[in-house]
Every structure is written in structure tokens, then in C-alpha cells.
């Protein structure tokens, strides 16, 4: 039986989803967030020593890392969302499930920290000096890199419809949350309108929103209006 240790707001989210959209049957074990700190409970590691999700079990098999989950569903249980071995296409799907997490999320968390830093209670003259330097860092670096990899990302989609083309597939799930985390930011949605309705593409698919009900509150999931 396969079992999901999923934690909100994280990047399990995405195998709930791969999940569903296989339409495998599975348990779930849902964990929160500290309230004060946004780390991950210490119970998670007591199913990983790292204590960090998404970790899922499949009988004897337990594994970490999104990318690895996927590729493992994949190819066990998926066959129809990866493309034929040893193609152009598998390799391109080889070259995003990476990219992911090896080469796009880096700025991506590094901005995301550099946001708390900004954030984070400090006493006031050292406020000018923290700013000061979360801009240098910004300016000499960050934002230059950010930019580098969404502007590559959507001249990428701005000629295929997914990732390796016509056709859905897990590549298309492995991008999903740097993308959507990348979109929560209104600035950087507006000055990528095809990375936008792409997230969009991924966020109105039937097994997405099913995977929404099954992993709970979601920061980067669609937005509702009432």
C-alpha cells in the first residue's frame, strides 16, 4: 500500500497530485508546519532521518526527494505520462525533472529567505544595514539569476504547449511548484504572462484540484475569489 507523508505549503503537494492524476489508491498522513518557525514537525523524522516531505512508502520501498518520487510512480505505475526511453523527449523529460530542483528552486529559495530576513524582528538601527544588504544581494546577483531561468523557462513554453511538447506528462508535475511559487509573486506573474497561464494550464486540471481537497491548504494553489 503506498503511503504519502505530505506537509502543507511544501513540495509533497505535487505528489499528492501525481498521485491522483494515476488514479492510484493510497493513505495520506498529513503534517503542519510550525506555526513560529515554517519548519517541518520533528515527528517527520521519525519516518526520514532528514525530517523533511515528501516522503512516500510503497511496501518495502521508501523514498525522499520529489524528484525521485516521481520518476519512481512513473515508471511503476505511469507509464502514459513518461515519454519512450532513450528518445529526444526522454531526455529532455530526464533534463526538467532536474532542472527543477537542481537549477531553477535555488533562486528561487534563496529569495524566499532573503524575503525573512527583511521580515524578521530586529532591533531598529540595524534595519537600514539588513535591507541595505538583502538589496546588494539582489542587485549583484539574485535578480539577475531569477530572471535568467524564467526567461528561459518561457521561451521554452512560449513554443510547446507542456514541457516536452503536446502531451502532459510528469516533467510537467516536477516543474510544477517553482513555477507556482515563482507566480505567487504579482510582479513576477505579470512580466511572465506565459509562465502565468501555464500555471493556470496545470491549476484547472481535474486531478489537481482533487489533489488540493486531498492535501489541504495550499499557499501557491489557485486563487479563489468569492
Same mark, same amino acid.
Given at each position: 500500500m503506498i503511503e504519502l507523508h505530505h506537509l502543507n505549503?511544501?513540495?509533497?503537494?505535487?505528489?499528492?497530485w501525481m498521485l491522483e492524476e494515476l488514479q492510484l489508491d493510497y493513505d495520506i498522513k498529513c503534517y503542519q508546519r510550525d506555526a513560529d518557525t515554517s519548519l517541518a514537525p520533528a515527528s517527520l523524522k521519525r519516518i526520514h532521518p532528514l525530517g523533511?516531505?515528501?516522503?512516500?512508502?510503497?511496501?518495502?520501498?521508501?523514498?525522499?526527494?520529489? &524528484?525521485?518520487?516521481?520518476?519512481y510512480l512513473a515508471h511503476?505505475?505511469? !507509464?502514459? +505520462?513518461?515519454?519512450? *526511453? /532513450?528518445?529526444? %523527449?526522454?531526455?529532455d523529460y530526464?533534463?526538467?525533472?532536474?532542472?527543477?530542483?537542481?537549477?531553477?528552486?535555488p533562486p528561487l529559495w534563496m529569495g524566499h529567505v532573503l524575503d525573512k530576513v527583511q521580515q524578521a524582528p530586529m532591533p531598529f538601527f540595524v534595519?537600514?544595514?539588513?535591507?541595505?544588504?538583502?538589496? &546588494?544581494?539582489?542587485?549583484?546577483?539574485?535578480?539577475?539569476?531569477?530572471? !535568467?531561468? +524564467?526567461?528561459?523557462? *518561457? /521561451?521554452?513554453? %512560449?513554443?510547446?504547449?507542456?514541457?516536452?511538447g503536446d502531451s502532459f506528462s510528469?516533467?510537467?508535475?516536477?516543474?510544477?511548484?517553482?513555477l507556482e511559487a515563482?507566480?505567487?509573486?504579482?510582479?513576477?506573474?505579470?512580466?511572465?504572462?506565459?509562465?502565468h497561464a501555464y500555471v493556470a494550464q496545470l491549476q484547472a486540471r481535474p486531478a489537481y484540484l482533487q489533489?488540493?481537497?486531498?492535501?489541504?491548504?495550499?499557499?501557491?494553489?489557485p486563487k479563489v475569489t468569492s
Open positions: 505549503d511544501s513540495r509533497s503537494q505535487r505528489i499528492v523533511k516531505a515528501p516522503i512516500l512508502t510503497d511496501n518495502e520501498i521508501t523514498l525522499a526527494e520529489s &524528484g525521485a518520487i516521481i520518476d511503476k505505475y505511469g !507509464a502514459a +505520462l513518461l515519454p519512450e *526511453a /532513450d528518445t529526444p %523527449a526522454w531526455w530526464v533534463y526538467w525533472l532536474h532542472y527543477a530542483e537542481g537549477s531553477l528552486m534595519r537600514p544595514v539588513a535591507k541595505k544588504l538583502v538589496a &546588494g544581494i539582489y542587485d549583484a546577483f539574485l535578480s539577475q539569476q531569477l530572471h !535568467a531561468h +524564467l526567461n528561459f523557462v *518561457a /521561451d521554452h513554453l %512560449a513554443c510547446h504547449e507542456w514541457f516536452l510528469s516533467a510537467d508535475i516536477q516543474m510544477s511548484f517553482p515563482a507566480m505567487h509573486n504579482p510582479r513576477l506573474a505579470d512580466s511572465y504572462p506565459r509562465i489533489a488540493l481537497a486531498k492535501g489541504g491548504l495550499y499557499m501557491y494553489g
